[in-house]
Structure formats: structure tokens, C-alpha cells
């Protein structure tokens, strides 16, 4: 499985950047796809989950609201909206996938990408 993450950048505070991930190596019915970030000195944290068939999707408190998680089947690409972003948000965001349709964090994540780079200004 690969997982290549793409959109990342700097932006202004209030402004919205869309993340893509692009997934291949496998079908991926019956996945969890899933985003994390991790700012600098700060350990990794969930971001927003969604299942690849149904399309069940979850979010962690601090971006409910202002992201969304979205899947496109046709083109194996995971997408994470980040709307009215705050300097807080900024982090390197991770791509993961699973091998169960399951969004929440009982079971761990089996595939990473590289991350890309999301940088907030004030």
C-alpha cells in the first residue's frame, strides 16, 4: 500500500486548504482511511477518519465543524477540507489506512505516508 499526501502549504489564519491523498496498491473496500497530524514537540494526534465503502466518517473535537473528510472511490483519493484554519493547525498531516471499516481508535493504523507540511500564519 502507498499512500502519497499532497495540498499542504502556508496559509492565513480564517483561510481553508484541501489535503489529498492518494492511495494505491490495493482495493480498499473494508478500510478505514484516516488523517493525523503532529506539530512540532507534540506527539501525533487524530484528526478524522472515514470508512472507504460506507463513507462513516469521525473527527476529533478540535476540527469538528471546520473539516471534512471526504473519499472519492474512482480515484482512490481521501481528501481532509480544513476550513477557518487557526494557527494551532499547524502540523505535519499524516495519511493512514487500515484494514478495517472501523473509525474509531480501537485499532491501530497499519499504512503511512510521508506527510505534508501545513503552516497557519496569525
Known amino acids: 500500500v502507498q499512500l502519497v499526501e499532497s495540498g499542504g502549504g502556508l496559509v492565513q489564519a480564517g483561510g481553508s486548504l484541501r489535503l489529498s491523498c492518494a492511495a494505491s496498491?490495493?482495493?480498499?473496500?473494508?478500510?478505514?482511511m484516516g488523517w493525523f497530524r503532529q506539530a512540532p514537540g507534540k506527539e501525533r494526534e487524530f484528526v478524522a477518519a472515514?470508512?472507504?465503502?460506507?463513507?462513516?466518517?469521525s473527527y476529533a473535537d478540535s476540527v469538528k465543524g471546520r473539516f471534512t473528510i471526504s473519499r472519492d472511490i474512482a480515484r482512490n483519493t481521501v481528501y481532509l477540507q480544513m476550513n477557518s484554519l487557526k494557527p494551532e493547525d499547524t502540523a505535519v498531516y499524516y495519511c493512514?489506512?487500515?484494514?478495517?471499516?472501523?473509525?474509531?481508535?480501537?485499532?491501530?493504523?497499519?499504512?503511512w505516508g510521508q506527510g505534508t507540511q501545513v503552516t497557519v500564519s496569525s
Open positions: 493512514a489506512a487500515k484494514t478495517v471499516a472501523i473509525v474509531g481508535l480501537s485499532t491501530r493504523y497499519d499504512f
Open positions: 472515514i470508512t472507504w465503502t460506507v463513507g462513516t466518517a
Open positions: 496498491g490495493r482495493t480498499f473496500s473494508g478500510y478505514t
